[in-house]
Structures are given as C-alpha cells and as structure tokens.
C-alpha cells in the first residue's frame, strides 16, 4: 500500500471537497469515510482488523491512491511519522504563489 497524498483532518472540514477534486483531477481513487458508510458489510472488518494489527494497510486501501479522513490520520499518526505543515508555513508558501 502506497498513498501518495493524505489529508490529515477533522470531517465537516472541507474532506469531501478534496476527495472529489482529487478524483476529478484523475489522480486515482481517494479514500474518505464515506466507502466505509457505503459498504460497511466488507469496511467494518477490514478496520477493526487494522486497529488490532496497525501494520496492514493493504486490505483497507486497496487499490487507494489518497485519503482524506481523520481515520486515516489516527492509524497513520500511531506507525508513521506524519509531518504536518503549520498554519505560518501555509500562509508564506500561498504568498508566494500570488
């Protein structure tokens, strides 16, 4: 499993946006907690087998190429580490795109 982008946030933050114009801009499937509301018969076990065994990820983002929830953060954030950008960062790197 290799995700080559991921949203670290809260959901009603804009998640859903992303996912959509990630997808929109055909860089892949991207992963949100709506596929586990969709299909929770086949979801459900393969998370709580990921929360028991943290290392496989492969079953969870099969075929994943993004994702852009707070469940993927809470699993990346425990075996990986996450560099998060900060907020004095974002704003000095937008100016400089204007």
Known sequence: ?????????????????????????QLGLCHHMERVAQNMS????????LLN??????????GIQSAV???TYAIYNKNFNVNLYKTDKWKHYLNGLS
Do not use: C
């Open 53 to 62: 065994h943290p290392t496989n990820f492969i079953a969870v983002y099969e």
């Open 69 to 71: 929830d707070f469940g």
């Open 42 to 49: 086949v979801q459900l076990p393969l998370w709580n087998e």
């Open 1 to 25: 499993m290799e995700l080559k982008d991921i949203g670290l946030d809260l959901g009603r933050t804009g998640t859903y946006s992303l996912k959509t114009a990630l997808e929109q801009l």
